[in-house]
């Protein structure tokens, strides 16, 4: 569950980006952040996922205050999280594998738990076959299904995203899609962010619009 209560994020040099946004995001639910270029959906995600702390208002997480969170707590927080941006911070000189595998050796799993995960990790997103791939070799599609793969391995009970059909072909948008439905269909909360109007048709009811910082 994420609670929102007169949410607010001022920059440096005083915009508000977020402005005093209330709203509730039920666990389990597919929610879209959408809005104009610039509306502040971006910034939305980022305060979901205590990468932006919010100047005023409050932001609950699974029971945990987010606005009130001291800094050393903010990593075992984020664990809950899967996140994929739209820099997707792929790191080129490793393979496939090895990029899945890293926030399990972050976590501290074993070897053998480690390959076991992250190869099923790459199975849900149909890219076993690339596992000794460098990142370099795949397709803007198939990098974009390794960031989720890479985002879903420590198995978060929040799955956030930034536009992340961006630059992407039809096809190609509509396989994220369908994987990020897929997640949710086991029980994951999903929040995307994006301008992509076939997530709206697919998210029905639970569409966040922005409009200059605000929620219409
Ligand atoms: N670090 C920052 N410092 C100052 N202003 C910022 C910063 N990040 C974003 N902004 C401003 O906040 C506003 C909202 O930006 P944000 O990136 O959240 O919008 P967005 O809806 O995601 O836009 P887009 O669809 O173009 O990515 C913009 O006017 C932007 O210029």
Redesign the pocket.
């Known amino acids: 569950m994420i609670v929102a209560n007169n949410l607010t ?1 001022r ?3 005083g ?4 402005r005093d946004v209330s709203f509730q995001i039920g666990a389990g639910h597919m929610v879209l ?1 959408t ?12 305060l979901i996922a205590s990468i ?1 702390r919010p100047t005023s208002g409050s932001l609950v997480v699974n029971g945990q205050n987010l606005s009130a969170l001291r800094r050393s707590a903010i990593p075992y927080v984020r664990r809950h999280f899967g996140m994929i941006f ?1 820099d997707q911070k792929l790191l080129f000189d490793r393979s496939a594998l090895d990029n899945v595998m890293l926030p399990l050796q972050i976590a501290g799993l074993s070897h053998r738990e480690t390959v076991r995960r992250a190869q099923a990790a790459l199975d849900k997103v149909g890219l076993l076959a690339r596992e000794k791939a460098n990142p370099i070799a795949l397709s803007g599609g198939e990098q974009q299904r390794l960031a989720i793969a890479r985002a879903v391995v420590n198995r978060p009970t929040v799955l956030l995203a ?2 992340p059909t961006a630059n992407l072909d039809n096809d190609s948008a509509h396989d994220i899609l369908e994987l990020f439905a897929d997640f949710n269909q086991v029980g994951v909360t999903v929040v995307v ?1 994006t ?1 992509d109007q076939s997530w709206v048709e697919h998210c029905r009811g639970n569409v966040l619009r ?1 409009d200059h ?1 605000r929620i219409v």
Do not use: N, R, W
């Not at 915009?15 to 977020?18: L, P």
């Not at 809005?35 to 980022?46: E, I, P």
């Open positions: 994020k920059y440096p040099g915009f508000d980006a977020v952040i809005g104009h270029s610039g509306a502040g959906k971006t910034t939305l995600v980022k932006e739209q930034d536009e962010a301008h922005l910082g």
